[in-house]
């Protein structure tokens, strides 16, 4: 078991992580870890990610009220209070803004189509929070709802919300979020997206039981836009339709309309 000595280097050093990946500018994001069950450490208010020192860390009871600490507390404690309530499992938590994942909240847009078999693996689906002002209720009030059932939650013009049984583990689940954004966005410019199918995903729910470092409580995405039998395999059929004799002149006929 990390030591509190432990957890506050952790904090500095992903809260660093954070800003050298750009996923948080100037004094955005803000992280924390449960030291037990009366106590939570959690980054101060008013300080650049990339600057913190293990010292200047806050530790706070599970009402947020200041227990130890030279600074004050982040203004958004009560979104990690609220996870750590709903949520027993989870030791660790990171709030940052990542440009990609925050371009698709500010676009209203969520991360629920099942496009990348890793990331139905490791966070099934991630949803969109409507919009709350920072550091109100409203803002805890938007996410409620989906913390239970979710392990990655965009908020809507604000950033996203990550957590796990560590804050290594929900570190890491900030950057898939990063990551699968960039690639959805990707999908977005070529005008096309070819999700998985129910046969895919039914898979993939029996390989996440197996999958190592793989604790996600959200349920696997709709196939949306597919049907049972998955896009791969209907994919393949068309392939093989096109490639027939029959098929071929009008095949090529299509082609030629699109050049």
Do not use: W
Not at 8 to 15: H, L, M, Y
Not at 33 to 45: F, G, K, M, S, Y
Not at 187 to 215: D, F, I, N, V
């Amino acid at each position: 078991m990390s030591s509190e000595r432990q957890y506050r280097r952790e904090i500095a050093s992903f809260g660093k992580m954070l800003h050298e990946r750009g996923y948080v500018a100037a004094m955005d994001g803000n992280l924390s870890v449960r030291l037990d069950e009366q106590r939570i450490l959690a980054t101060p208010t008013a300080m650049s990610k990339s600057m913190m020192r293990p010292s200047d860390m806050v530790i706070v009871d599970l009402e947020g009220r200041h227990i130890s600490g030279r600074r004050a507390v982040s203004s958004e404690i009560a979104m990690h209070l609220l996870i750590y309530k709903l949520r027993p499992d989870v030791q660790g938590i990171v709030h940052a803004h990542p440009p990609t994942a925050t371009g698709f909240a500010a676009a209203g847009i969520a991360l629920n189509q099942p496009l990348v078999c890793e990331v139905v693996i490791g966070l099934g689906s991630i949803p969109l929070a409507k919009y709350g002002t920072p550091g109100t209720p409203e803002l805890t009030d938007a996410l409620e709802p989906l913390i239970p059932q979710f392990d990655a939650i965009l908020m809507s013009n604000h950033g996203v919300v990550t957590y796990a049984d560590t804050l290594h583990h929900a570190y890491m689940k900030m950057e898939t979020v990063e990551h699968f954004s960039q690639i959805a966005l990707v999908t977005h410019l070529l005008g096309r997206q070819q999700p998985l199918g129910h046969e895919e995903l039914e898979k993939l729910m029996l390989a996440r039981s197996k999958y190592q470092g793989s604790k996600s409580a959200a349920p696997l995405p709709l196939a949306v836009g597919c049907d049972g039998a998955g896009n791969h395999r209907e994919a393949a059929r068309g392939e093989s339709e096109d490639s027939s004799p029959e098929s071929t002149p009008k095949s090529r006929r299509a082609i030629a309309r699109h050049r």
